[in-house]
């Protein structure tokens, strides 16, 4: 018999291994599962309140006093008498001390000279102190000041950048770096103007600028002063201011000649000059004084037509007027004097130094008779004041 052929019948085909596919589909649920919880969970948190932190407290803004408004004219006096120097005191609580603050003796001072100038009519005084550290830390302090100077109608100059300190660099080159600085002192609102603009009657530029500056750097001084004091009339003080014009050609102690230094125009809004009363022997000659005033003033107005001219005559030398009682002058003197000045078209400005800078100047108790004479020289200049304000209504 043939060997029956026995033919293998394949195997069935296995299962599915189901227990794998579980494990991958509870998986998959429970994936499914945190992901929607997640979503409950974040519309749960979203209904609620989210506290908000308290801001972090911001740090206290500097205090910037408001200024007053700034006048909008030039408001000085046809003719300005008074003082080159008067004895104003800087009080750092001016308009507010109290009696044992630091500053209240310098604001009651300030207080009573400003009724006693107001007494004798004076309507202008030079100041050539620095103020703008002082007003930086203090501006309504000097607000006050002004306010109460105004209102007993009296003007005022003071400085903010004066001095070749400030305009010129160790090596003697101009630098305006150094007076930009004392300047922006005065902007408190930072809006690239001093806040004194306006409210201070005449900036005070520089003090003897002959002695140091020439010409084109005045005018460099000037153009940097307008940009902080735009509103504002700058004066200028010119000790010597003949010499450059008597002796042009000879060296200047500084650099160049003479001539260098000469007035010119463009460097100032009021001139401030000097004029000595002794004609050399010690003796007072009207005609020869009202003669030099009328020089000075020909040349400014030749040069700069139109900027007013001030003029101011020391008594005697700073040595004298602080040691020798006969430094001062007489009444008839002072009457002389005044006269002369006055006499001359085109002056803008009498006065005299100084009153209680030295011992034997107008304020010594002694001298009550010069003050009187002072005085009625006030009266005379309200009147022509008035007379001018008269012809322009």
């Not at 300190?165 to 103007?193: C, H, I, M």
């Not at 004194?196 to 530029?205: E, N, P, Q, S």
């Not at 940097?224 to 010499?243: D, E, H, L, N, Q």
């Amino acid at each position: 018999m043939p060997t029956p052929i026995v033919v293998e019948e394949a195997a069935p085909p296995s299962p599915p291994a189901r227990p794998r596919r579980r494990r991958r589909l509870v998986v998959a649920v429970v994936a499914v599962l945190a992901l929607v919880g997640a979503v409950v969970a974040g519309l749960l948190l979203a209904r609620r309140p989210t506290p908000v932190p308290a801001p972090a407290p911001s740090p206290a803004p500097t205090e910037v006093p408001t200024p007053p408004a700034a006048s909008k004219a030039l408001c000085l006096p046809r003719l300005l008498f008074g003082f080159y120097a008067a004895g104003l005191q800087q009080s750092r609580c001016y308009g507010s001390c109290q009696p044992g603050d630091n500053g209240y003796e310098a604001q009651e001072a300030t207080r009573a000279r400003i009724r006693e100038l107001r007494r004798m009519g004076v309507n202008y005084v030079v100041n050539n102190q620095g103020i703008a550290k002082r007003f930086e830390r203090n501006p309504q302090a000097y607000y006050e000041l002004l306010a109460d100077l105004h209102r007993n109608g009296i003007r005022v100059s003071y400085s903010v950048a004066s001095g070749g300190g400030v305009w010129y660099d160790d090596n003697g080159r101009f630098d305006p770096s150094g007076a930009e600085r004392e300047f922006a002192r005065t902007d408190l609102n930072g809006d690239g103007v001093s806040d004194l603009d306006g409210r201070l009657d005449v900036l005070f530029l520089g003090h003897e600028v002959m002695e140091y500056a020439v010409h084109a750097d005045r005018v460099r001084m000037y153009d940097v002063a307008k940009k902080w004091f735009p509103t504002t009339p700058v004066s200028v003080y010119y000790g010597g201011f003949m010499r450059p014009f008597e002796q042009p050609g000879r060296d200047h102690p500084k650099a160049g000649t003479w001539r260098d230094y000469q007035y010119g125009p463009g460097e100032t809004d009021i001139v401030h000059a000097t004029v000595t009363a002794s004609d050399g022997s010690g003796g007072f000659d009207p005609n020869r004084f009202a003669a030099e005033v009328r020089t000075r003033v020909q040349i400014v107005q030749r040069l700069s037509p139109g900027v007013p001219v001030v003029l101011h005559t020391s008594f005697a030398g700073d040595d004298r007027m602080d040691s020798q009682p006969d430094s001062m002058w007489s009444p008839q003197k002072l009457r002389q004097w005044y006269d002369a000045m006055v006499s001359v078209p085109g002056i803008r400005g009498v006065l005299l130094r100084s009153y209680d800078r030295f011992t034997y100047d107008l304020a010594n108790p002694s001298f009550s008779a010069e003050r009187a004479t002072w005085t009625a020289l006030g009266a005379d200049a309200a009147r022509r004041n008035g007379a001018a304000e008269g012809r322009r209504g």
